[in-house]
């Protein structure tokens, strides 16, 4: 369904900014997820910076932000601590020195104390570099080829795992047994092979597949939650079941906990859950908004990585800014009541913006966990990808995004990302939100 936009654009120094940089970077952004396919039509914001909770754009507006630079800014933007940490590493030790330090096994003992799966753990530049080790990991250890990763989920952009994130179904096979979809050209024929797609919180779809070729696969991977269409909960028992069918099956269980790894708790979503995969990869929420990435699992996997037989290799991994800032971000988020307050404030906007919606007689679902969350306007509860393609209503948040944003509100435009909370909100700055919402409801009210 189409909707009309009444929100007239504040953002003129941006639209010239743009202009220019579409000059010179192929579509004016470094990333996908700024583009303007990516829903930042007619063009993404150009940033001054950001303090906190907020964040203020060229042409002088601020807006609470949820965006928080897709997650990583769990403290917030320039969270004291985290920076003076790597401002006094940068003057007083340097960079990168291709050799270790003292501070790298410091972190490493916080990691494995804090996430319970955890044994040994080591250090990537970004969570597509740890997914890709972690795959290669599980291969190496059970001797088998295939992987199991899910509709609708993205695990970095790497050949191996670049498929089915957000395929046209009528491309895609059917509900129950998807087949690989490249996520565009250029991707090498015959990786697909070594993949099978499965549609997630369908416990029976994975059982099938592990009782007739659980000994060609080396590992299924999974986000607990699935973040990158939208959020979507793990139905209950699912998880469980996972767990328990791929340890029968001999197969490594990888949990990507790019975005959920420090964010749902100290120990990411396995630690609420209370279930324990073989791997983990872990970024965003660990660095404090410093690019670093860690893997980390059972010491018996990890071996594989001490006597070289896998090599895990970077001029950049581990160097000393993203060392500093990870551990002065675990220290931060170690601290006594830091998730309690996080849950808190974030609770209070999810349950603010639900009754928002109810009130105003939209079809909506708002649905999260702790500070990660997301708004679905339909009529029907989302379970999976093909459940949000057929279901969503993504013209309508499209509007909504516009109106929030109108009022001060930053979020993704797209509504197959996530709203973010960091301990820099407080209970102000969801109020304020809430008060755009109840605005936006109204004017979304006199449309549908």
């Not at 209950?236 to 079941?241: D, F, H, N, P, T």
């Not at 007689?361 to 393609?389: C, H, K, T």
Request: proline fraction near 5%; glycine fraction near 10%; include cysteine.
């Amino acid at each position: 369904m189409n909707y009309f936009s009444t929100v007239t654009p504040r953002t003129a120094r941006s639209a010239a900014l743009f202009d220019t940089a579409a000059r010179v970077i192929p579509g004016g952004v470094n990333s996908t997820a700024r583009a303007q396919w990516a829903g930042w039509t007619p063009y993404p914001l150009f940033v001054t910076g950001g303090t906190g909770a907020w964040l203020q754009d060229v042409d002088g507006n601020r807006y609470v932000d949820y965006l928080l630079g897709l997650g990583p800014m769990i403290l917030g933007h320039r969270p004291p601590a985290v920076t003076d940490a790597v401002v006094e590493f940068i003057r007083n030790r340097g960079t990168v020195f291709a050799l270790p330090t003292e501070e790298e096994a410091v972190l490493a003992e916080k990691i494995i104390a804090a996430v319970p799966s955890v044994e040994q753990v080591r250090l990537c530049n970004t969570g597509t570099e740890a997914v890709l080790y972690a795959t290669r990991l599980a291969r190496a250890f059970t001797r088998r080829s295939k992987i199991v990763r899910f509709e609708g989920m993205y695990h970095g952009f790497s050949d191996a795992v670049y498929w089915s994130k957000h395929p046209r179904i009528d491309e895609a096979g059917p509900d129950h047994r998807p087949r690989p979809v490249a996520q565009g050209p250029g991707l090498p024929k015959g990786v697909e092979d070594n993949l099978i797609i499965l549609p997630w919180n369908d416990a029976e779809a994975l059982a099938e597949v592990l009782a007739t070729r659980g000994d060609e696969i080396a590992a299924v991977l999974m986000e607990p939650v699935m973040c990158n269409t939208g959020c979507i909960l793990p139905q209950a028992g699912y998880l469980e079941a996972v767990r328990d069918m791929t340890g029968r099956h001999g197969v490594v269980l990888i949990f990507d906990e790019v975005i959920t790894g420090f964010r749902l708790g100290l120990g990411g979503a396995q630690g609420r859950f209370g279930i324990l995969p073989d791997l983990s990869v872990f970024a965003k929420g660990l660095g404090g908004g410093f690019p670093v990435a860690a893997l980390g699992g059972r010491r018996e996997i990890m071996a594989l990585v001490a006597d070289g037989t896998v090599s895990m290799a970077g001029t950049y991994t581990a160097n000393g800014i993203a060392v500093a800032a990870a551990n002065a971000a675990l220290d931060e988020l170690s601290g006594a009541g830091v998730y309690d307050r996080l849950d808190e404030v974030s609770d209070r906007l999810r349950g603010g913006l639900g009754r928002i919606f109810e009130q105003a007689g939209l079809p909506a679902f708002v649905v999260g966990l702790g500070p990660l969350m997301q708004v679905w306007f339909s009529r029907e509860p989302i379970a999976n990808y093909r459940d949000a393609v057929r279901n969503a209503d993504q013209a309508l948040f499209r509007v909504w995004w516009e109106n929030m944003l109108a009022r001060g509100v930053l979020f993704h435009p797209g509504a197959y990302e996530n709203l973010f909370v960091s301990t820099a909100h407080g209970l102000d700055e969801v109020e304020l939100t809430l008060q755009a919402a109840r605005e936006s409801a109204a004017d979304l009210a006199r449309l549908v």
